[in-house]
């Protein structure tokens, strides 16, 4: 059974088509990347996809509920989390509090209990706390855990970003370019982490630049090119695929690949 399903998906800038006609579908414990040159279309399909902009056609899918165009919170409610290209880190908070700041909607009480530092309200903060430290365990930043995140190395963020995505338990996780700006280390960390959050049940959607990374860890891969869907299929048929190549190397490339095939 399909977690997500993505159905012709578009949406116009000033009347240019920026995704057009768009569909694939995620299953759990799936990882599925997007892929394609800048300015394909990928994070402005993620931002579809996540309730960021109102599609102009087309449908997502979540569980089997048409969610198109549903708000961010309401879709984070509903178990679908995401990064983002640019670090959405606090910086000067700690390792532990950027985690807890991801806890805000699953750990609910009244104002009232709040304000009076109710029994209630300390077994909420108790019960956010430890869960948060267990993340960043699963992250490998436990030891980080009291240190200011303005400290950690890029990779680390980029991690912790992840670790605060997962605060909301979601059941599929959009990465938008998790290895960006990372070294070679840093890289497979991402990769491990990757894997094993998939290996647990969690759908995977990715945005990846990394060619490496993205044949070694997806199940499929969406290949965008000028907004649309050119190619999709497991790694090897994909990279394979003359559109494929063209898209990245150049027409003359892929007719020399082509024909040496």
Same mark, same amino acid.
Do not use: W
């Given at each position: 059974?399909?977690?997500?399903?993505?159905?012709?998906? *578009?949406?116009?800038?000033?009347?240019?088509?920026?995704? /057009? /006609?768009?569909?694939?579908?995620?299953?759990? *414990? =799936?990882?599925?990347?997007?892929?394609?040159?800048?300015?394909? *279309?990928?994070?402005?399909?993620?931002?579809?996809?996540?309730?960021?902009?109102?599609?102009?056609?087309?449908?997502?899918t979540l569980k089997g509920q048409d969610v198109t165009g549903t708000a961010p919170h309401k879709l984070a409610e509903m178990g679908l989390s995401r990064?983002?290209?640019?670090?959405?880190?606090?910086?000067?908070?700690?390792?532990? =509090?950027?985690?807890? @700041?991801?806890?805000?909607?699953?750990?609910?009480? %009244?104002?009232?209990?709040?304000?009076?530092?109710?029994?209630?309200?300390?077994?909420?903060?108790?019960?956010?706390?430890?869960?948060?430290?267990?993340?960043?365990?699963?992250?490998?930043? $436990?030891?980080?855990?009291?240190?200011?995140?303005?400290?950690?190395?890029?990779?680390?963020?980029?991690?912790?970003?992840?670790?605060? +995505?997962?605060?909301?338990?979601?059941?599929?996780?959009?990465? /938008?370019?998790?290895?960006?700006?990372?070294? +070679?280390?840093?890289?497979?960390?991402? /990769?491990?982490?990757? @894997?094993?959050?998939a290996a647990s049940g969690i759908a995977i959607l990715l945005v990846e630049h990394d060619m490496k990374l993205v044949m070694r860890i997806s199940n499929?891969?969406?290949?965008?090119?000028? *907004?649309?869907?050119?190619? =999709?299929? $497991?790694?090897?048929?994909?990279?394979?695929?003359?559109?494929?190549?063209?898209?990245?190397?150049?027409?003359?490339?892929?007719?020399?690949?082509?024909?040496? %095939?």
């Open positions: 059974m399909n977690l997500l399903e993505v159905k012709g998906l *578009g949406i116009s800038f000033g009347g240019l088509k920026a995704v /057009d /006609d768009v569909s694939f579908a995620v299953k759990p *414990g =799936e990882i599925v990347s997007v892929i394609g040159p800048n300015g394909a *279309g990928k994070t402005t399909l993620f931002n579809m996809i996540s309730g960021i902009y109102l599609p102009s056609r087309g449908s997502v990064t983002f290209q640019n670090l959405q880190v606090f910086q000067e908070m700690t390792v532990l =509090e950027n985690v807890l @700041a991801g806890y805000h909607l699953r750990v609910r009480g %009244s104002i009232l209990a709040d304000l009076l530092s109710l029994p209630s309200m300390r077994r909420r903060a108790a019960t956010a706390r430890e869960g948060a430290q267990a993340l960043l365990t699963r992250v490998r930043l $436990d030891k980080a855990a009291g240190q200011e995140a303005g400290s950690l190395s890029y990779g680390a963020l980029k991690r912790l970003e992840i670790a605060r +995505a997962l605060a909301l338990n979601p059941s599929i996780l959009l990465l /938008d370019e998790p290895a960006a700006g990372c070294n +070679a280390v840093e890289t497979e960390e991402i /990769d491990h982490l990757i @894997a094993e959050l499929h891969i969406v290949v965008l090119d000028h *907004g649309e869907k050119i190619a =999709e299929g $497991d790694p090897v048929t994909v990279s394979r695929n003359p559109q494929v190549i063209a898209a990245y190397l150049g027409a003359d490339h892929a007719e020399a690949t082509h024909a040496d %095939s």
